[in-house]
């Protein structure tokens, strides 16, 4: 991760089909085209697994399946406790068979369709539910060694057991952290930075107009009268955060993508 | 093992919003779905596939979208699917769809299993099921939660019941269907999604299938819905309680005791 | 049988209950299941049979004629002392054929769902399922039957008005028994198997009874019911105490089940059970509509959440603002004080 972020290597979200798409054949196309454009710029492809609970087709398959080709440490695959087991260890043998290295590690959301990651099936006791902690430790046992392991870091929810979190993320295995958009300069992000200064840290920009999506995820209050301007915003980042990552959500590969070349700038 | 699921097309249920004058549920954008209880009776079908060989055909009586579900149960491993679909079936109760899917398992012939879920959320019968079984004079075992033996003649599957549950052993063919406890239904791959929009699902009428037009569709149904109207309203406000956890259970038991319950 | 002359009709008389047997046992929805059919056949001036099937049922004759029943019609055999949907059906179907009752009616039970369906089917009649009303046409004579359908959405109202006997499976429950009355008498007809009706499609190897919850879902008054919000399976022995002081049962939502709290025989909903109580206490539910589809005719809701805004805080009867896991133990000690 390190590397990333002193190469400049954004870190570009692409979303998989949905299952219930009508219209397969051109979503597959478009995901090929984003992918490709991605590799080519020498950004790494963050593809998200089932985001929002919404059933999606998986992001190792889609690669294999396409006949895609990753750059050597330019995929990053997200990865939830929604998954059988077979499927889960299925996806870390993809991962390993395509040279994937780098997994972003979330508890991720649940729908009736999905299936969850029992405690005991993958070797944790004493807890109620499998959490991204329970799965990191799995896949750090299973595959010492392979993985650079991620993890979410939320500076809008409550500070303490935020940070409690953390705590135990980086004690199962986490080796960087993606945080939640931010909007400018955030404290929590800052206080993260302090207590970790070792830790590599990718913030995540609001690519899309719409800061009410945003809100309405996180609870972050729109401040009054200004308009979003998302490529601004992702400046401003550049600047608060020289020692971070960026990790770019909703990118309007039309409208936004040929930006990029001239927004991070060597501070 | 030539395995038979059923599967049928519903109206899925969305986000929940209770009216606060009437206390209805309202729904909106409802979207059609594969029955709930089917996804389970499809895994199952696969599994057993996976583990003694065999085909798996997914069945499904409908009107020609319904062909929607048949991809869906291919897109996770079923091997082809048949729709049954004729105006002459519309209006068919659970009298007449059992007749009508009985004499499309006749004509896939040799079948040695026919799964289906427990019900459609839509009736909510569970009469589908059983009917067949006795359409087709098979054996049944309804409510099934696992199936742990599979042999030649016979199969060994637990029932679910209100109190406990039962362990027999089913003379083959049967009909079997299956509750939510049975297994974790995979969820469709890429390639399993490609491999169902490229296969071709014949569609089967009502002569395919040699079904007598007496015995299917309204004419083939012995009970018909004569009326239909919203469930009685709860119409009492909600009486809402907080403070100490003492002065809420005071309240609570005041309430049950004004209510005569305790 | 298709009946469609009224001369066809008038061939069939009499008003029948299946009763719900186990392990000989006559099962409480029988009796709620021959209140409604005493009420039908008064209507229509006939007599009430009682079917039993079973082993050692003879003894539950009395009984039967006690809750109204006329006649009891049984087959006693240890061939029947355990659930073979088949046997019963085949044996049903000959009686049926045979009597001529005008209406059947049996538990909308595991059993009963299994069983009627397969002697509609041979019967060549109509079935409804999961009935919560019945009633006599005055102006036909034909049954009424009502029952939820889409998830309770709606309310059908069914009849056969060609085909006899007019079946229907009833939700327990919701009918209600006559007073038992020793001092009634009436009369018994004894039928017997024929070889091969009994175990040539199944054999019952094994049953478990589960005596843990010996209060189901089906039969309970009162449920207590927890949900994603009790955040682990400990949190149903704390509802398992409430219930216990209460008389009643355990319900879960299939978030819980999902997450391996509580086996799936607890859940309530789309894909579990649908429950009839009187009061349903739902802890730590959202009240996601593949939930309330199961429980929303329960005749009390109490719903227990620290969120006021939720789908069920809001259809509740009664909403408790608070933690759970304060206010349960509090309305435990306040059970025990009266």
Redesign the interface.
Known sequence: MKSHIENRVYHVEILPPKQETEKLESDLELFTTKFSRVMNSGYCACITDNAMGNLAFQGTEMIEELGLAPREDLVMIHLNTFHTKVALDGILASCRNLGIRNLLVVSGDGSDRLPRLLPREIGASGVAAVTSVELLRYIANEHPGFFNLGVAFNPYEPEEPEFEKMERKLAAGAAFVITQPVIGLHPGVQKLMEKYPALPVVVEAWMSKKLELLSEAVGYEIPQGQAYDPIENLRELHRIYPSCGVYLSLLGFKTQYDFLKDTWKRG | MKIVVCVKQVPGTSEARIDPETKRIVREGIKAVINPFDVYAVEEAVRIRERIGGEVIALSMGPARADVVLREAISVGADRAILLSDRAFGGSDTWATSYALAQAVRKIGDVDLVLCGKQAIDGDTAQVGPGLASQLGWSQATCVMAIPEIAQESLVVKRMHEDGWDRCRVRLPAVLTVVKDINQPRVPTLRGRLAAQKMIIPTWGAADVGAELGKIGLEGSPTRVVKTEPPPLRGKATLKIEGSAADCAEAFVRELRLKGLV | MLANTAALRAEYRNVWVLAEV?NGEVQKVTWELLGAARDLADARACELWCILLGDGVSRAAQQVHSYGADLALIVDDPRLA??D??AE?AVLIRLVERYRPEILLAGA???G???V??????A???????CTGLAIDPATGDL?QTR????????????????RPQMATVRPRVMAARDYDPSRRGKILAESLLPGEAG???????????ADNAV????ARFIVSGGRGL???EGFSLLKRLADA?GGAVGAS?AAV????I???H?VG?????VQA??YIACGIS????H??GM??CD?I?AIDKN?ET?L???????????LY??V???I???AK?
Not at chain 3, 117 to 122: H, Q
Not at chain 3, 124 to 130: F, I, W
Not at chain 3, 148 to 163: L, Y
Request: proline share 6%.
């Open positions: 186990l355990r659930f949907d088949e059906a039970t595991t059993r769902r299994a069983l369906p397969r002697v509609a089917v041979k060549e009649c109509g079935l409804t399922a999961d009424l939820p359908a889409f998830g309770g959405n709606i309310m059908a109202t069914i009849r056969c008005s060609q085909h040539s499609f199944k054999t019952v190897l094994e049953v478990f009874h589960d189901n879902l089906s039969e955040k682990d399976a209460l299939r999902d997450s391996g709290w086996p799936y025989s859940q789309q894909t579990g059970q649908t009187q009061v009240g996601q509509i593949q309330l589809v929303q005719s009390y109490v006021p789908p805080m809001k259809l509740a009867d009664l909403a408790v603002v608070g933690d304060e206010i133990p509090a309305m000690r306040a059970l009266t």
